[in-house]
T-cell receptor
Framework: GENVEQHPSTLSVQEGDSAVIKCTYS??????FPWYKQELGKRPQLIID?????GEKKDQRIAVTLNKTAKHFSLHITETQPEDSAVYFC????????????FGTGTKLQVIP | EAGVVQSPRYKIIEKKQPVAFWCNPI?????LYWYRQNLGQGPELLIR????????DSQLPKDRFSAERLKGVDSTLKIQPAELGDSAVYLC????????????FGPGTRLTVL
């Protein structure tokens, strides 16, 4: 089955700096890659996603890049703000019958004011 | 619009006791998921329903876990008997269609097994 690895597990940045979180996946048939943000004690919420036919997608301060050949994708947050502090999960969905979503282990991002 | 509703929010039980979690997905969402999230980990899929049919239960420990979604709307996840290692947050999620892109998560049920 799919295996999604996520790095780093923790990340501290100064407010205003950029943050980058990287994920790799194992199943070349995966075709959809969402990113979820989970604030402390709250539910995961989708913040951005990308499909395998696209190399990059941007939404304001958040961008995601995908390298299908290397089977890795990254989340980029620019001009970080304290409210960006949360745990971020990457995920990969396979294109098979089950279309199962496999999550990474999470990155705890701390933005220091 | 109401989001995914789960109850209870917290549950503390002793090992070997049974426990049940309830989920009501967003109205009109055909796909329902149950995940288990251990501390410091990402959600792990336990079971996925398309309407009332369980289409992926490969990760559900069937010796002690069971789930149902009888009318294709709300769902119940049961553990009997609970073990210490079952302590986790149990998340329910729903999406509009089969393989739908965005999964909307509920607040979760935090289970502590003593």
């Amino acid at each position: 089955g799919e295996n999604v690895e996520q790095h780093p597990s923790t990340l501290s940045v100064q407010e205003g700096d950029s943050a980058v979180i990287k994920c790799t996946y194992s199943d070349s048939a995966s075709n959809y890659f969402p990113w979820y943000k989970q604030e402390l004690g709250k539910r995961p919420q989708l913040i951005i996603d990308i499909r395998s036919n696209v190399g990059e997608k941007k939404d304001q301060r958040i961008a995601v890049t995908l390298n299908k050949t290397a089977k890795h994708f990254s989340l980029h947050i620019t001009e970080t703000q304290p409210e960006d502090s949360a745990v971020y999960f990457c995920a990969a969905r396979n294109s098979g019958g089950y279309q199962k979503v496999t999550f990474g282990t999470g990155t705890k991002l701390q933005v220091i004011p | 619009e109401a989001g995914v509703v789960q109850s209870p929010r917290y549950k503390i039980i002793e090992k070997k006791q049974p426990v049940a979690f309830w989920c009501n997905p967003i109205s009109g969402h055909n796909t329902l998921y149950w995940y288990r999230q251990n501390l410091g980990q990402g959600p792990e899929l336990l079971i996925r329903y398309e309407n009332e049919e369980a289409v992926d239960d490969s990760q559900l420990p069937k010796d002690r876990f069971s789930a149902e979604r009888l009318k294709g709307v709300d769902s119940t996840l049961k553990i009997q008997p609970a073990e210490l290692g079952d302590s986790a947050v149990y998340l329910c999620a729903s999406s509009l269609v089969a393989g739908g892109d965005e999964q909307f998560f509920g607040p979760g049920t935090r289970l502590t097994v003593l």
